[in-house]
């Protein structure tokens, strides 16, 4: 075996440099483990819990007590199944085995997995910008306990004082997703993340909650001149946000194209994401599957789903959010990757945006008011379709201006509803008179000779100083498009 290498080059890789492989080509395969939403554990009925008092969510199955048995439970098995649908994988006949290791927060010393017989296989992701990002396997196991490490710093093993041990995480079901090594940029890692999150909230099987542990991903990261074999991986073990995931797989990247510059070797091994100090450090050489001494669970049965259940949860997943995006795409006129898009449908807003077209509004201006209004609302937002598709129409229709129909929104929202027209009579958003409007665009003109013309000679952005003058006289009544439209009918006329 190769040598341990220093950490020296890695040193040399800078947070604020400007990101590249200097000619090499990441290569990055994730894993994605997902705490699934179950009642209670996967093989024992303790509940399965996040937030209580450490070490009361337990039994004589979580503690390995002897002679306590698994029995495994029929509803992770499900989630585990809605899953695999969804990625479009093949769920088929599986086994448990056990793998051999030993931590302290794993009192049994072996955990309970699947090993060369997963519950779901060959499937695949697809992210915008037309990339699939091939599944390879997600199986079933059972998590660990949670090492809590007191004293020194980073909350490590290393130059702590003691650690404390909660076995209410031990036993929790698990779905571990293994990608194939599609991956080759940070924004392609963090858009899968992100995509396989959503997916499994839509799906019911997860929380999917980072920050609270129950997803949580694994990079392995190698680097290869174009064309050649794949390198030497390292394994990044539990990222847990989004933006980690991007970091800790640009660093290391950099990290092994500085090495092979220096005529290092690379070494397969696990690391540790610090995001305190935005690098990566060794934890241990990588083990190998002969290293687990995998053998067959005698306690548990083969899991073999027949083709009629495997029907039905087929055909009680919901639409997932892939389908929801160009659903909300086509009934705006939007990209399917626009901003609006992603985020209103991550919010799950996307359903209510198209209730306010059913209603008869526009949906384009629906799509802009729930993105830029209903931030802090997530879900379906509490205010009546109908009454937002009456807004809607009368921004479209030019009876108010779009910062008059902002103000009415605010008050739409502050109200949870309310008559979009009563509200904007009340402040007094009436039409402009179009003789009215013309004579305050040439006032804008004379007093911005410079701007005019600017815009006459094809500087569009010039405009801006007399429309803001138009908005300014009218105390922003006056239609920008409107004023737009009249100083570019008076360019042409001249």
């Not at 931030?375 to 009368?394: C, E, S, Y």
Request: glycine fraction near 8%; hydrophobic fraction near 40%.
């Amino acid at each position: 075996m190769t040598d341990i290498v220093s950490d020296t080059v890695s040193d040399t890789v800078s947070d604020t440099e400007t990101w590249s492989l200097r000619g090499y080509e990441m290569v990055v395969g994730l894993e994605v483990h997902v705490e699934l939403a179950t009642r209670t554990k996967l093989f024992s009925g303790s509940p399965n819990r996040f937030g209580d008092e450490p070490n009361t969510n337990i039994d004589p199955v979580t503690l390995g007590l002897p002679g306590a048995l698994p029995v495994l439970n029929r509803q992770a098995v499900e989630l585990a199944m809605r899953l695999g649908i969804a990625l479009d994988c093949t769920v088929q006949r599986s086994t448990f085995a056990r793998k051999n290791y030993f931590y302290p927060d794993m009192p049994k010393a072996y955990q309970i997995s699947q090993y060369d017989q997963p519950i779901c296989i060959d499937g695949w992701l697809d992210l915008p910008g037309s990339i699939r990002v091939g599944i390879e396997r997600a199986h079933l196991e059972e998590d660990t306990g949670k090492s809590t490490h007191v004293g020194g710093t980073g909350g490590r093993i290393h130059g702590s004082d003691f650690s404390l041990i909660d076995f209410n995480r031990a036993g929790v079901p698990l779905v571990e997703i293994v990608s194939r090594p599609d991956i080759r940029t940070p924004d392609q890692a963090k858009a899968y993340v992100s995509e396989m999150r959503a997916i499994l909230v839509a799906v019911g099987a997860s929380d999917a909650k980072m920050e609270e542990g129950s997803m949580r991903v694994d990079a392995n990261v190698s680097v290869r001149l174009p064309g050649a074999e794949f390198g030497t991986r390292c394994e990044i073990k539990n990222v847990n946000s989004v933006r980690s995931v991007g970091r800790a797989i640009e660093y290391e990247a950099q990290r092994q194209v500085g090495m092979l510059e220096a005529g290092e070797s690379i070494r397969q091994e696990t690391r540790h994401w610090d995001e305190n100090d935005g690098r990566t450090h060794t934890l241990r050489s990588k083990e190998d599957a002969d290293d687990y001494r995998y053998f067959q669970e005698p306690d548990l049965v083969v899991v073999d789903p027949d083709p009629e259940w495997i029907e039905r949860v087929r055909a009680d997943l919901p639409v997932l959010p892939a389908a929801r995006r160009v659903r909300l795409a086509e009934a705006t006129g939007q990209a399917i990757d626009s901003e609006a898009i992603l985020v209103v449908t991550d919010r799950n807003q996307d359903a209510y945006v198209l209730a306010v077209a059913e209603a008869g509004g526009n949906a384009g201006r629906a799509l802009v008011y729930v993105k830029e209004a209903f931030a802090d609302q997530g879900g379906r937002p509490t205010v009546p379709a109908a009454d937002l598709a009456n807004l809607t129409r009368l921004e479209v229709d030019g009876k108010l201006t779009a910062t008059q129909a902002k103000q009415v929104l605010a008050e739409i929202v502050a109200n949870g509803g309310g008559d979009a027209e009563a509200i904007a009579a009340a402040k007094g958003f009436e039409a402009m008179d179009t003789s009215e409007l013309e004579s305050m665009v040439a006032d804008a003109v004379a007093a911005q000779p410079d701007a005019w013309a600017k815009f006459c000679a094809g500087d569009a952005k010039a405009s801006g100083a007399i429309v803001g003058l138009v908005m300014k006289a009218s105390k922003g009544q006056a239609d920008g498009k409107a004023v737009t439209a009249l100083l570019e009918a008076r360019r042409d006329a001249s």
